[in-house]
């Protein structure tokens, strides 16, 4: 996908009520500022990814503003200090469970000075079958979130076949179920990727 600047993706965005769009504004915020020293394995800014993960799913037509909430927000939780506290103070308990219910861990924060002193580890089979139990909405993330992940061509061989491994027992039967499109994307990555390896 195209990279996409701040204007253009708002652009996509017009013709809703002002406070729907200051939710997704306050959203592209956080997201940008919480992950602002982060990078992607292949050296890229991070927040490109909750970004695009939105736009996957608005390229579906998906443009609800929950769900593009959740996209920009869904690895808030896991990769950064934001306390609960602020998430659920501005976008509500809602959003929290979701993008919590997409974090493969929790963060343990000291009740007294509010600093990260340790992560809870989901278990992966329970961590998946929340998220299948789950509304559309974490679904649909969760998938979109994968399909974007499947760049995976400057990993090293094991890693790579666990990952696809991992996509096909746990995420395709979530896809298939949520958004078959989506779900044949995803399979066509997954194909891709194992025929480049077996070649």
Not at 89 to 117: K, Q
Not at 125 to 151: H, P, Q, T
Not at 171 to 192: E, F, N, Q, S, Y
Request: glycine share 6%; net charge neutral.
């Amino acid at each position: 996908m195209v990279e996409i600047n701040r204007e253009k993706f708002f652009s996509m965005l017009a013709h809703r009520p002002t406070e729907e769009m200051e939710t997704i504004q306050d959203a592209y915020w956080l997201a940008k500022d919480g992950h602002r020293v982060q990078k992607r394995d292949d050296g890229q800014r991070y927040f490109e990814h909750p970004r695009r993960v939105a736009m996957i799913l608005m390229g579906f037509g998906r443009q609800e503003t929950s769900i593009i909430v959740t996209s920009l927000l869904h690895d808030l939780i896991e990769d950064t200090f934001v306390p609960p506290r602020i998430i659920v103070g501005r976008f509500g308990t809602t959003i929290w469970h979701n993008i919590s219910t997409l974090s493969h861990r929790i963060p343990l924060f000291d009740p007294v000075d509010g600093g990260v002193i340790g992560y809870e580890k989901k278990d992966r089979s329970e961590y998946y079958a929340s998220i299948c139990g789950s509304d559309e909405a974490v679904r649909l993330v969760k998938c979109a979130d994968r399909y974007d992940n499947l760049d995976i061509k400057h990993w090293a061989e094991p890693r790579q076949r666990h990952y696809l491994a991992e996509t096909r027992k746990y995420v395709l039967p979530i896809a298939a179920a949520t958004h078959p499109d989506l779900a044949r994307k995803i399979k066509g990555r997954v194909c891709a990727f194992e025929n480049n390896l077996d070649a």
